[in-house]
T-cell receptor, first 114, second 114 residues
Framework: DTEVTQTPKHLVMGMTNKKSLKCEQHMGHRAMYWYKQKAKKPPELMFVYSYEKLSINESVPSRFSPECPNSSLLNLHLHALQPEDSALYLC?????????????FGSGTRLTVV | AQKITQTQPGMFVQEKEAVTLDCTYDTSDPSYGLFWYKQPSSGEMIFLIYQGSYDQQNATEGRYSLNFQKARKSANLVISASQLGDSAMYFCAMRDPLTRKLIFGQGTTLQVKP
């Protein structure tokens, strides 16, 4: 299995809702990432998990809450989002010592906040 | 700090012709990795090719090759025999060896004309 699976593919939520994005990989990768991408812009790193521990938080607002329940799963909990949080959210994974395989990305969740 | 620069916001190429997408980088670290990704309109970030800073030869992967000029700090992507399916956004990226962050350039939108 050489894929990163993200669910849901599309999500529309109100500003008072609570929702979660899910990411799963079975490649044995020990580093997992959340990126946010606005249209026609490069992805921006949000969080990095290494061996199931949060190693990098790029000053992301607390309305985004990551969670890594085990080495295969990565969640992003969303609460009280703003319309400007509408974006494509990409999950990625990599070996702890990145080699030729690099980073594997999921197909993303397109989030719309209304 | 590491930086990736892509100076071509948009490019056009005729089907079956070759095209070069430019990428320059800046880093003071002697050990680094450079990546190219393709992102179609569906959103998935597809890994194309990787070049390590100590690799002696330019990386190739099918129709993709990387023109790595270390002294000039450039890592241009060459796509040979362009196909309509190559129309997408292309990102050059660099891996920070300490933080494992993947730093992206601004991207180049490639359109292949029939």
């Amino acid at each position: 299995d050489t894929e990163v699976t993200q669910t849901p593919k599309h999500l529309v939520m109100g500003m008072t809702n609570k929702k979660s994005l899910k990411c799963e990989q079975h490649m044995g990768h020990r580093a997992m990432y959340w990126y946010k991408q606005k249209a026609k812009k490069p992805p921006e790193l949000m969080f990095v998990y290494s061996y199931e521990k949060l190693s990098i938080n790029e000053s992301v607002p607390s309305r985004f809450s990551p969670e890594c329940p085990n080495s295969s799963l990565l969640n992003l909990h969303l609460h009280a989002l703003q319309p400007e949080d509408s974006a494509l959210y990409l999950c990625a994974s990599s070996q702890e010592r990145t080699g030729l395989s690099g980073y594997t990305f999921g197909s993303g969740t397109r989030l719309t906040v209304v | 700090a590491q930086k990736i620069t892509q100076t071509q916001p948009g490019m056009f190429v005729q089907e079956k012709e070759a095209v070069t997408l430019d990428c320059t980088y800046d880093t003071s670290d002697p050990s680094y990795g450079l990546f190219w990704y393709k992102q179609p309109s569906s959103g998935e970030m597809i890994f194309l090719i990787y070049q390590g800073s100590y690799d002696q030869q330019n990386a190739t992967e099918g129709r993709y090759s990387l023109n790595f000029q270390k002294a000039r700090k450039s890592a241009n992507l060459v796509i040979s025999a362009s196909q309509l399916g190559d129309s997408a956004m292309y990102f050059c990226a660099m891996r920070d060896p300490l933080t494992r962050k993947l730093i992206f350039g601004q991207g180049t939108t490639l359109q292949v004309k029939p």
